[in-house]
């Protein structure tokens, strides 16, 4: 798997994540994720890592990456330690909230 592939399972995960979620909390969750998006396609990263760190964004992309690190072997494991949280947390408000934000990810 390349690192794109990683981020991209990961953020899968995530996502999951948010859909299982009560719906009384589902909606403030988005509006967090909405938010902590938005910081990202302004060009304000370190907001935008306060910001998730405050909220939960990370907690929620960090147990997603362990979700994924399970099914993987120690070579793919590495890569998918690699993936950027402020990629991966993009593709989630794309996958989850259907919104795309111009900003350029990571390499």
């Known amino acids: 798997m390349t690192g794109k592939q990683h981020a991209h399972a990961i953020a899968r ?19 967090e994720l909405a938010g ?3 910081l990202l396609g302004d060009g ?3 907001e935008a890592e306060l910001a ?8 929620l992309i960090e147990a ?4 994924h690190l399970a099914e993987l072997d120690a070579d ?7 993936a950027d ?8 408000a794309e996958m989850a909230l259907g919104r795309r934000h111009p900003v350029r990810r990571r390499r």
Request: hydrophobic share 50%.
């Open 52 to 59: 998730a760190r405050r909220v939960g964004v990370l907690e």
């Open 13 to 31: 995960f995530a996502v999951a994540a948010l859909s299982a979620a009560p719906a009384r909390g589902r909606g403030r969750r988005q509006r």
């Open 44 to 46: 304000l990263p370190e």
């Open 64 to 67: 997603a990456r362990n979700e």
């Open 36 to 38: 902590v998006a938005s």
């Open 85 to 92: 949280w402020r990629d991966v947390a993009l593709l989630v």
């Open 76 to 82: 793919d494991g590495l890569q998918a330690l690699a």
